[in-house]
């Protein structure tokens, strides 16, 4: 009997990651996991764990031994280091399906933000690195509203800009379900997918589900662009990102994202919904 194939999981501890890795195991795939610290991973039995940090290309060589494919989630605010990288996975693999961003503009030679830039520049380095990609390519992360738990927690308000901005934010499972289809079968090479959840709520309106899902009112009270960016600064964004993204989300305000069935169409199950990304996560609000 040949050899099972074994699939790499960078970003294995992340939100998108750790899905990906349990989706791939379900699905009986032989399944090694990018750590910088394995020992601290937590991952599930059945999974193999490698130290490996993609600061540092000379490290991933042993993880790649034997990888057919490749899961890559980048970490770093800039495609600086892709080169590299790409360079040692192309040694060993033929595939690679990298988590992207629908905010990328494929008429625009410049993206308009930075984030769109870096994600934009990825794409650019695997597509001439020779191995078959799939770029999946997600609205706004439902994830990111972990952002107001501290503030829900605190006192069930949330402080943000832009309260009618309606996205249809994807759960984590479903961008993973989308990976581990492109990872374990055909037809998805050199394929760019749209991914989003299946409704788009205004942000005061995925407040409201949060209250919900936590048993006791959670209400969302606007603030300017200008506070939110003194805000986001404080928390650590790099002013470029910060502006970035103020200018994205206004953007949409009258630009909005559609709302797609490539989930559904490629997994051959319902995204699932706000509400139920809400229930999954309300014990990190309560």
Known sequence: MAEQSVILVTGSTGNVGRHVVSQLLDEGAAVRALARNPDSAGLPEGVEVVRGDLSVPDSLEAGLDGVESVFLVWPFGTAEAAPAVLDAVTKH???????????????????????????????????????????????GFATNTLGWARQIRAGGVVHGPFGALSRPLIHERDIAAVAVRALTGDGHGGK??????????????????????????????????????????????????ANGALKGWATMLTEP???????????????????????????DFR
């Open 257 to 283: 994202e559609p709302v797609l069935s490539t989930v559904e169409e490629l997994t051959r199950a319902p995204a699932h919904t706000f509400r139920e990304w809400a229930t999954d996560h309300a014990d």
């Open 192 to 241: 760019k997918h749209l991914l989003t959840g299946p409704q788009a709520l205004t942000q005061i309106e995925q407040a409201h589900t949060i209250g919900e899902a936590i048993g006791r009112p959670v209400r969302y009270e606007e603030i300017s662009p200008e506070a939110a960016r003194k805000q986001m600064l404080t928390d650590g964004w790099p002013p470029s990102f």
């Open 93 to 139: 693999a033929r595939r690679i399906v990298y988590l992207s961003s629908m905010g990328i503009r494929d008429d625009l030679e410049q993206q308009a933000d930075p984030i769109t830039g870096f994600h934009a520049d990825l794409e650019h380095v695997i597509e001439r690195s020779g191995l078959e990609w799939t770029f999946l390519r997600p609205s």
